[in-house]
């Protein structure tokens, strides 16, 4: 019952704005070298109610994008590898992932703890996709930081990637920089996360890859 109560308040909102307001005509004079000609200008009508019941509904109603990312629901250990351009060597740690759905399955929420260079790590990622949109839209923070990282993208089915780009700051340079990150769908129980910087040239420079295996 909650979940169409929400549509039907905004419907009869705008049913009664359909009512007070009337689709108006106006005459607009447009000069030209010679002579004014009347220009008809006549407003858009507001959709009816019915129809933006439906827009909602179909809004709130979660998808089969949404029905992939609940495939994730469960324990994944980790295992991460990042690179420094400065340094050749690169630096490994490991971690564990808890992923669910949440608000009646419109979200994924995942929760992050691990070591890193001998410190307790712990992060928390929202992943949404939108359905008026119809993009992917995660979100990021972590211990390590005091930053929010937003990303946004799109799934391809033929190589069971999720491709995801964003901005942040970088705390060493203080300059925005681009970022993208890539998920391969290896199988139900295995995934791969790769995180790029992308140059203003056009190169890309992967900084950290996540090697991820469902806990059974």
């Not at 609940?70 to 991460?80: E, F, H, P």
Request: charged share 30%; proline share 5%.
């Amino acid at each position: 019952m909650k979940r169409h109560f929400l549509p039907v308040f905004l419907a009869a909102i705008s049913l009664v704005a359909c009512k007070k307001e009337e689709p108006k005509t106006e005459e607009t004079p447009v000069v030209t070298e010679d002579l004014v000609v009347a220009e008809e200008v006549v407003n858009e009508t507001p959709p009816d109610s019915a129809a933006v019941m439906k827009a909602w509904n179909d809004y709130m109603t979660p998808s089969k994008a949404h029905e992939m990312l609940a495939k994730d629901t469960g324990i994944w250990d980790a295992d991460m590898t990042f690179w420094d351009p400065n340094n050749p060597e690169p630096q490994k740690a490991t971690s564990q992932a808890e992923y669910k759905m949440i608000l009646d399955g419109k979200y994924q929420e995942g929760k992050f703890t691990g070591k890193m260079w001998g410190m307790d790590f712990e992060g928390r990622g929202l992943t949404a996709f939108d359905n008026a949109a119809q993009e992917y839209i995660a979100t990021w923070i972590d211990n390590f930081g005091t930053g929010l990282l937003v990303t946004r993208g799109a799934y391809d089915e033929n190589s069971k990637t999720l491709t995801m780009h964003g901005n942040m700051v970088d705390p060493v340079t203080k300059k925005e920089k681009k970022v993208k990150e890539v998920i391969t769908y290896i199988d139900e129980d295995h995934q791969k996360m790769e995180m790029y910087d992308l140059k203003d040239n056009g190169t890309e420079f992967k900084t950290m890859e996540i090697l991820s295996k469902r806990r059974k």
